[in-house]
């Protein structure tokens, strides 16, 4: 069964930087598309980024300028780079990967945490 684990979560100060990992049990081009979604509380489920297969990104508009997806070379490995980490940015961040005729995978989500 393919499992997405993610890592990298943590507590960070305003302005920060982290670096989120989603590492899936097999290639991550068996994918067509992975994204990072976040979730605060109270809040709905939201995109924060995306990849496709061809490589083609998308960007929250809350995120956009500050947030990059990319992908590892062995191709097992979907980051989310961080950089100019506001409070609002606080939430759990989940990994979804999507492949035809699969139900959609997801991750068990790690926390991250921006304080003042």
């Known amino acids: 069964q393919v499992q997405l684990v993610e890592s990298g979560g943590g507590l960070v100060q305003v302005g920060g930087s982290l670096r989120l990992s989603c590492a899936a049990s097999?290639?991550?081009?068996?994918?067509?598309?992975v994204g990072w979604y976040r979730q605060a509380p109270g809040k709905q489920r939201e995109l924060v980024a995306s990849i496709t297969r061809g490589g083609i990104q998308n960007y929250g508009a809350s995120v956009k300028g500050r947030f990059t997806i990319s992908r590892d070379n062995a191709k097992t490995t979907v980051y989310l780079q961080m950089n100019s980490l506001k409070l609002e940015d606080t939430a759990v961040y989940y990994c979804n990967a999507r492949k035809v005729g699969v139900q959609p995978l997801w991750g068990q989500g790690t926390q991250v945490t921006v304080s003042s």
């Open positions: 097999e290639s991550i081009f068996s994918f067509n598309y």
